[in-house]
């Protein structure tokens, strides 16, 4: 398996890694774009939105509640964030494994 993302699931590749459970796993983006740049990525490969299928519903709400977990964590969830899924190459999706990035930043108001 190439894809990054399943290594660092896989603990083949390394990740600053801010939360972990069973199903879904979210660590700091290396080439980080906000004072707060994490993704969200569910432990199943799944290519991108695109991919996603009924059987999926459960984990994409998993991913959410992650995100809005994280974003409570970090001290962001009252004043605001951004999420972003990109999709395909026309999206910008740079790896081919659903991801959500979660963006803030402490300080904005
Ligand atoms: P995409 O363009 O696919 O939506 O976003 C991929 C993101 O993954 C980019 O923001 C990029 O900086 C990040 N990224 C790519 N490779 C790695 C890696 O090996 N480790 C981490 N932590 N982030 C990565
Ligand atoms: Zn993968």
Request: include cysteine; proline fraction near 4%.
């Amino acid at each position: 398996m190439e894809c990054i993302f399943c290594k660092i699931i896989n603990k083949e590749a390394s990740a600053d890694i801010v939360y972990e459970d069973d199903k879904v796993i979210a660590f700091k983006d290396i080439k980080p774009k906000a004072p707060i740049h994490l993704l969200i990525v569910p432990k199943k490969h799944i290519n991108s939105v695109n991919e996603i299928n009924s059987e999926d519903k459960d984990l994409v709400g998993e991913i959410f509640l992650v995100a809005k977990k994280i974003a409570q964590d970090f001290g962001i969830k009252e004043i605001g964030y951004n999420l972003l899924i990109n999709v395909g190459q026309g999206g910008g999706q740079e790896i081919p494994h659903l991801h959500i990035h979660l963006m803030g930043d402490k300080d904005k108001n």
